[in-house]
């Protein structure tokens, strides 16, 4: 079974500059999640979607960060403009719920580097 | 009050000893408890789950739920080097099927 792929695997952009992550989830993962993991720190939920719609958006900056789940399948998340406190790492997850069990998968993830 | 709360370390074990490690979280209706091993520089990977009030054994590591002092822990036995890490306490609450993190205790095993 493939992994969640998620590209790129760094990113060094200026502040003020605008960034994609791209996330692809295991095939037949309903649920896709976006967390944002700050050094130190545990993931932190940014985005959760359910096929392509928005289950969870809290704790998403919305003023400059945005989602969305193409066709039910792969993700993508925008930093539009950059701040020096968005460098973190970037986890996209999918999972699958049977019977009572979670089968999370996590991508390798993306570094963003804000300078 | 945090959701999940850890000790954030570092916890220093010699090699073969036992490590403990706690975890509290705050939304009592939690059914899900995991247990995540973060090596540096590389993404959360599951090593344990537990569901229900007890000990869940695999292997040299054992998790352990209470949920009347609203309490996981995870102790692994025979320490080795190679255990050193980030371990990542993570919760579903009652309202979704999203994880909840804490913020992970690092481990050091020394040699």
């Known amino acids: 079974e493939a992994g969640v792929a998620q590209s790129p695997r760094y990113k060094i952009i200026e502040k003020r500059q605008s960034v994609a992550f791209w996330c692809n989830p295991i095939s037949g993962h309903a649920t896709l999640y976006w967390y944002q993991q700050i050094l130190g720190q545990g993931p932190k939920l940014l985005i959760q979607?359910?096929?392509?719609?928005?289950?969870?958006d809290s704790q998403l900056p919305k003023d400059r960060f945005s989602a969305e789940r193409l066709k039910g399948v792969d993700s993508t998340l925008k930093i539009q403009p950059a701040k020096l406190e968005d460098s973190a790492v970037y986890l996209c997850?999918?999972?699958?719920?049977?019977?009572?069990?979670?089968?999370?998968?996590f991508g390798s993830g993306t570094r963003l580097t804000v300078v | 009050q945090k959701e999940v709360e850890q000790n954030s370390g570092p916890l220093s074990v010699p090699e073969g000893a036992i490590a403990s490690l706690n975890c509290t979280y705050s939304?009592?209706?939690?059914?899900?408890f995991f247990w995540y091993r973060q090596y540096s520089g590389k993404s959360p990977e599951l090593i344990m789950s537990i569901y229900s009030n007890g000990d869940k054994e695999d292997g040299r590591f054992t998790a352990q739920l209470n949920k009347a002092s609203q309490y996981v822990s995870l102790l692994i036995r025979d320490s080795q080097p190679s255990d050193s890490a980030t371990y990542l306490c993570a919760v579903i609450p009652l309202n979704g099927n999203k994880l909840v993190f804490g913020a992970g205790t690092i481990l050091r095993v020394k040699s």
């Open positions: 979607f359910q096929n392509n719609g928005v289950v969870d």
């Open positions: 997850a999918s999972s699958l719920v049977v019977r009572g069990f979670y089968g999370y998968t």
């Open positions: 939304d009592r209706g939690s059914q899900s």
